[in-house]
């Protein structure tokens, strides 16, 4: 019971690797803070982990609006007292693969999304933890964070952005007590996964084979690790990207 008494609040935390997450969090006997748009699916994830005797709330909120970030950091307090961990996994896929024919609306969502949802996130998030003088974030970034896909350029680009805050961040606050790591995913059955290869036997065997490990991974693989680097097991890391990617980049 790696997190006995503390509070951990999950944004992305709906379905896929966030679900995943948050019930390994409560089963770890941490109180959850399920966070996302979508109502129905989120009030599901708070059901399972009800369900398994854990203690969650879910908050909608969207990462891109300040007011809304803001807000789930505030009920968090309000409704535990404190906040000890934050996984900031929420974040988008898919995008027109040549470059040239990208929009600005394309660039502004992927960037608003899996940049500055994660920027928001740690701006409030930090704030309380200084109060508390710890606290341990994890961002969710992805082996496109560490090395390129050419169909993804837009992705591929918000992931690296997401490693260079995470570490900047981590300096800026490691003599504060707070640790700030990233995790990095290669292919993860995921509703993403389907989205990407529109369910078809073929893309996802392709894609299973670029993977040294020779299968894609599972959300609770992506989840044993952000446990990890969430609990005190991890406390002399920060800044770290943390690879859950089956020797993809290793190649």
């Known amino acids: 019971m790696i997190l006995q008494d503390k509070v951990a609040l999950v944004t992305g935390g709906t379905s896929g690797i966030g679900r995943a997450t948050a019930i390994a969090y409560a089963k770890h006997q941490a109180k959850v803070v399920v966070v996302g748009r979508r109502m129905d699916e989120g009030e599901e994830t708070v059901r399972l982990i009800k369900e398994a005797g ?59 999304v899996n940049v500055k949802g994660v920027w928001l996130s740690m701006k409030y998030e930090i704030a309380q933890m200084l109060k508390q ?7 969710t970034a992805s082996a496109n964070g560490v090395v390129a896909l050419p169909s993804v350029p837009l992705y591929t680009a918000s992931k690296h952005a997401v490693v ?12 504060a007590g707070i640790r700030i790591n990233v995790v990095a995913p290669a292919a993860i059955e995921t509703d993403m996964f389907e989205a990407a290869t529109g369910g078809q036997d073929e893309a996802k065997a392709y894609l299973a084979g670029l993977h040294p490990i020779g299968r894609v991974g599972t959300p609770l693989e992506v989840a044993n690790a952000v446990l990890f680097l969430s609990s005190d097991l991890a406390s002399f890391i920060t800044g770290e990207t943390l690879m859950v990617d089956g020797g993809y980049v290793a190649q």
């Open 54 to 112: 854990g203690e969650a709330i879910f908050v909608q909120a969207d990462v891109t609006k300040e007011a809304d970030v803001k807000a789930m950091v505030d009920k968090a307090v309000s409704v535990f007292g404190r906040l000890d961990i934050a996984f900031n996994n929420a974040g988008t896929v898919g995008e027109n693969p040549s470059l040239i024919e990208q929009t600005e609306a394309e660039y502004d969502r992927m960037m608003n």
């Open 133 to 139: 003088e710890s606290g341990s974030i994890v961002n």
């Open 164 to 175: 260079g805050l995470t570490k900047a961040a981590a300096l800026q606050y490691a003599k």
